[in-house]
């Protein structure tokens, strides 16, 4: 059971993180527009404000954050300091979960 | 007379390097001097070493802070200034002098499943697998380790992760995971799947880099992530 759960985290890693690519090169994208066009904070939130598909993205780009940060730093740790086990799983779940809701709260603020 | 100024490990765990000065020669092996060592400057000297030709895997020594098959290492190739430091494998306890304790090492094999689990007896019929298929293919490519412990030493997943099943075992598993006449495939990626096993692996690609036979455990292993994988998605692991 742990081998099969162990094998499909990896899965939710590399999934992610591939995600996680597209993501940022669609962000960088967006910052390099909104800096060259010369775009005010103003005129930025305008635009985001009631965008569906930016707030879809964006949604999308924080989901794959919270999937792979928590389980890279597990990694990171058990390698490290040999934190493993239920409990630790437990703390970076919960690391995961507080990066999804401060992510997603954010991308709600600016779809508003 | 050219002389080799040699440090080698002596003791177990703690010790420390004595020096000794070696004649050289030309085409001089590492195990060469090992043994001019152990023969003419001290008898007391444990090491090890079969087959001298590269084929039996037992005389792997960290040589110059690199983990080398010491019968097939030419001295002109690793030393520096005129110096060798020779100790023993990395990753491994130390029983004395240049010999590692190779038990761990052999015991992860056992624990990938590095067996074959026969499914046909000898009244059977030789089984035909043609060389040209992706399996067999992917197996001959993995096949021709001996067993040095070379890539085991130079693994640092390995010293982080002392469960961690390294690069050698997880090789030997993927041939197996391969050969289509092998009765227990599905057990076996139970046994390399997880944190300990194939998850663990974090590409830094010491292991291929090293390996003298140029065998590729990387890649051997990507190969058991997706297998692990895709029996997980399945539901067959
Ligand atoms: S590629 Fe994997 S097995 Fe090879 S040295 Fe790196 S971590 Fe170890
Ligand atoms: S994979 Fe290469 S380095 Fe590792 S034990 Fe086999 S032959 Fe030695
Ligand atoms: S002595 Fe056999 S491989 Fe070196």
Not at chain 2, 86 to 110: C, Q, S, T, Y
């Amino acid at each position: 059971m742990s081998a099969r759960r162990e094998a499909l985290l990896w899965l939710a890693q590399r999934a992610s993180a591939m995600l996680l690519a597209a993501c940022v090169l669609l962000h960088l994208a967006t910052m390099v527009y909104a800096v060259r066009s010369g775009l005010s904070a103003a005129a930025i939130l305008g635009r985001t404000g009631g965008n569906l598909a930016w707030a879809a993205a964006y949604a999308t780009f924080v989901l794959a954050v919270a999937v792979h940060a928590p389980l890279g730093l597990r990694s990171v740790c058990t390698e490290w300091f040999g934190w493993r086990g239920r409990a630790w799983d437990a703390a970076f779940l919960g690391f995961g979960l507080l990066l999804a809701l401060a992510g997603w709260r954010a991308v709600w603020g600016v779809f508003q | 007379m050219d002389l080799l100024r040699v440090k080698i490990w002596r003791g177990g765990e703690s010790g420390g390097f004595a020096t000794y000065d070696v004649p050289r020669q030309g085409d001089q092996t590492v195990l060469d001097v090992v043994t001019y060592i152990q023969r003419q400057l001290e008898p007391s000297l444990a090491y090890r070493f079969a087959c001298r030709v590269g084929m039996c895997g037992s005389c792997a020594m960290t040589v110059n802070g690199v983990a080398r098959w010491t019968c097939r290492t030419h001295v002109a190739k690793v030393e520096i200034d005129g110096g060798l430091e020779i100790a023993p494998l990395r990753n491994l306890p130390v029983i004395k002098d240049l010999v590692a304790d190779m038990r761990e090492f052999f015991g992860k094999w056992k624990k990938a499943r590095g067996h074959f689990v026969a499914t046909a007896t000898r009244r059977d019929e030789f089984a035909r697998i043609s060389p040209e298929t992706p399996q067999r293919k992917a197996a001959d490519a993995a096949i021709e380790c001996i067993g040095c412990g070379v890539c085991y030493a130079s693994c640092d997943t390995v010293s982080w992760n002392p469960e961690y099943l390294g690069p050698a075992a997880l090789n030997r598993a993927w041939t197996l995971f391969n050969d289509v006449r092998d009765g227990a495939r599905a057990e076996r990626l139970q046994d390399v799947a997880g944190d300990a096993g194939c998850q663990g692996c974090h590409t830094h690609l010491s292991c291929g880099e090293r390996c003298p036979k140029r065998l590729q455990p990387t890649a051997a292993i990507a190969g058991l992530k997706r297998a692990t994988a895709l029996a997980a998605m399945r539901g067959k692991l």
